[in-house]
């Protein structure tokens, strides 16, 4: 069984278009993150939940809105997408440690 | 300065020959790090944990940290090509802040 899954794994679409990625973990964790890999590999923190809620928001557009309907899943929508957001976009899940158990990725393509 | 930084390389090493990897950090205060290895297209995987000062060893990994001299680094043992990885150095806390990656080329 896959720990954390995300859908779609790609996802190409035009600028202005809204667009949502969704993430699910099996793994029993009550917190998770997004986060956005650019193309120079650098791995940033966007949000966090703990149990449903919003902990961490770093600086991201207001056009980003994470959603956590349950401690298991963690949904991020994007409107009026732009060609800066395309990027690799990781879910990712962590236990009562600090490790954190990633996603597969998403990869988003802005047109 | 970045909170985390990783020469980006690429660092490349003959096979069999010990990999270097080598991560700063600017905050004093910070405890722990992660040592994540990521293949080309796929997602960040753990591979070492290292919150004391000196080594942590686990196979042909060894963690080094040093907080007197804010640093961090991996050491990969008899490097083989499937090595060939970016490996991210990440400081823990209520959020994990990655370094920018060093790319790792193990040559036959």
């Known amino acids: 069984d896959t720990a954390v899954s995300q859908t779609p794994k790609y996802l190409v679409t035009q600028m202005g278009n809204d667009k949502s990625i969704k993430c699910e973990q099996n793994?029993?964790?009550?917190?998770m993150y997004w986060y956005k890999q650019d193309s120079k590999k650098f791995l940033k923190i966007m949000f966090s939940?703990?149990?449903?809620?919003?902990?961490i928001n770093e600086t991201v557009p207001n056009r980003f809105s994470p959603k956590s309907p349950d401690k298991a899943h963690l949904n991020l929508h994007i409107n009026s997408l732009e060609l800066g957001d395309s990027a690799v976009y990781f879910c990712?899940?962590?236990?009562?440690?600090?490790?954190?158990?990633f996603g597969p990725g998403t990869r988003l393509t802005v047109l | 300065q970045k909170e985390v930084e990783q020469n980006s390389g690429p660092l490349s090493v003959p096979e069999g020959a010990i990999a270097s990897l080598n991560c700063t950090y600017s905050?004093?205060?910070?405890?722990?790090f992660f040592w994540y290895r990521q293949y080309s297209g796929k997602s960040p995987e753990l591979i070492m944990f290292i919150y004391s000062n000196g080594d942590k060893e686990d196979g042909r990994f060894t963690a080094q940290l040093n907080k007197a001299s804010q640093y961090v680094s991996l050491l990969i043992r008899d490097s083989q090509p499937s090595d060939s990885a970016t490996y991210l150095c990440a400081k823990a806390g209520n959020k994990l802040v990655f370094g920018a990656g060093t790319i790792l080329r193990v040559k036959s």
């Open positions: 990712a899940s962590q236990g009562l440690g600090d490790e954190q158990f």
């Open positions: 793994l029993g964790h009550d917190t």
């Open positions: 939940y703990n149990n449903k809620e919003l902990i």
């Open positions: 905050d004093r205060g910070s405890q722990s």
